[in-house]
């Protein structure tokens, strides 16, 4: 597939990447040299200098031969512009990030679908998103819905007190009462396991555990896993997406504090939330936060603009007495290093909407694919075409890569956790779990 891409910032770097280590044909576009000259140091694609809006840039690109055109600059108006020019010269797909909730408004004229782009991304409300869906499982530090939300992928951290730490994953199968739980991978320092029957699962663990959603709450029971109570959460940054977070836990019932350092937008927030306790004060000080009763909060949330904030202000809210707490930053490099320093949950906006994208693109036979934060594994969704060359195969006689777990079968509708005795037929959904250098092993496997 040929892909067009516009902007080099760290979604841009990060799309290109994907996309090229998956043998895409990806042409970068971005007015700064610097930035595509370290691109072009690390990935094997074409960098071109100059203006997405421009057109004679992007008939340099060839957009008009393009299968898919994103736009992913820091500026909304540019991307929109280049969507609409790269649609007029014959760009078959089309994606655009804007940052101001106004494009994403059916009232407006420049929404995504009077303008037909096939994909807006707006990053502070899929921020939101992320925020809530983890906030929903206590002990949880990511999640992913498949099959329109019946199967879940949700990844655990392993405390030192958990019964399991010493146990294998037979042992879990056998003492289960249901067994609809498949632990798909274990990273441990640093590294990601594919695990089988013998391996163990050992204190300070991250597993990632794939289950029928209604069957959550009995894989957590099996895997040790307390299930806390959403009572009280504190939210550290005013801006939208502290808006949005506070506005949607407020209608859960849940008690929230909102803390915001800038008077102005303290009035807002009270105006529009309805029951939250707005607090115009620095997410830095303990005094205040410990006067709140940060040290009964079941959730702690920072996401103001700064990442020294961010983290301190979460290390502060453990320190105290927190239980969990997520905590937004704009490097994604930071994000293996701050779970030892005691953080749960840390999240990149611009990651979380490249994952977004990425799943747009990989349609088809395969019919998305997540990135996982903090890891190098995927999670491939796939369909069971009668083409295939395994179809009517038991699992056990299909030769997966060892870097590759099937967690789930959707078959009518019906989710089936899998055995190595289950038969694959025509028409059935694999969730699969992958490393990403098994990636093109495990998409060869599906096509043959």
Request: proline share 2%; net charge negative; hydrophobic share 45%.
């Amino acid at each position: 597939m040929r892909i067009i891409v516009i902007g080099a910032g760290e979604v841009g770097r990060h799309l290109c990447q994907q996309l090229s280590n998956e043998d895409h044909d990806v042409v970068l576009i971005d007015r700064d040299q610097d930035k595509l000259r370290r691109v072009e140091r690390d990935l094997n694609i074409l960098t071109i200098t100059g203006n997405g809006g421009s057109s004679s840039v992007l008939r340099e690109a060839g957009v008009s031969k393009a299968d898919l055109f994103i736009a992913v600059t820091d500026i909304d108006e540019v991307n929109l512009i280049a969507c609409i020019m790269a649609k007029q010269f014959g760009a078959r797909g089309l994606i655009a990030r804007v940052r101001s909730e106004d494009y994403l408004h059916p009232d407006s004229p420049f929404n995504g679908d009077d303008l037909g782009i096939d994909l807006l991304i707006n990053p502070d409300k899929v921020m939101a998103e992320e925020i809530l869906r983890i906030s929903s499982f206590s002990q949880s530090f990511e999640i992913v819905e498949f099959a329109n939300g019946e199967v879940m992928l949700i990844g655990y951290h392993v405390e030192r007190d958990n019964p399991v730490c010493g146990k294998t994953l037979l042992d879990l199968k056998s003492q289960s009462e249901k067994g609809d739980f498949v632990v798909v991978a274990i990273v441990r320092d640093g590294e990601t396991i594919i695990p089988r029957g013998e391996d163990t699962i050992r204190f300070d663990d991250r597993i990632y555990v794939v289950a029928k959603k209604k069957d959550v709450a009995s894989a957590e029971l099996a895997l040790g896993m307390k299930r806390i109570p959403l009572e009280k959460v504190f939210v550290v940054g005013g801006g939208r997406v502290g808006l949005n977070v506070a506005r949607k836990l407020e209608e859960q019932h849940i008690d929230v504090y909102i803390i915001e350092k800038n008077s102005d937008q303290c009035e807002y927030l009270a105006e529009e939330l309805k029951n939250a306790i707005v607090l115009n004060v620095d997410g830095l000080e303990a005094r205040e936060l410990v006067q709140e009763g940060i040290d009964s909060a079941d959730l702690f949330i920072a996401v103001t603009n700064g990442d020294t904030t961010n983290i301190l202000a979460s290390l502060l809210a453990k320190h105290h007495g927190a239980k969990k707490c997520i905590t937004r930053i704009s490097h994604p490099d930071f994000i293996p290093l701050l779970g030892n320093l005691g953080i749960d949950v840390a999240l990149s906006a611009r990651l979380v909407a490249a994952n977004m994208i990425l799943r747009f693109v990989r349609r088809g036979v395969i019919l998305s694919v997540a990135s996982l934060l903090g890891s190098d594994a995927e999670v491939v969704e796939f369909v069971v075409s009668d083409r295939w060359k395994y179809i009517d195969t038991a699992l056990k006689d299909i030769k997966f890569p060892r870097q590759a777990n099937i967690g789930a079968v959707i078959r009518e509708g019906e989710v089936i956790i899998p055995s190595g005795d289950t038969v694959l037929v025509n028409g059935d959904r694999l969730i699969i779990f992958t490393m990403k250098s098994a990636v093109s092993k495990v998409e060869k496997l599906l096509t043959a």
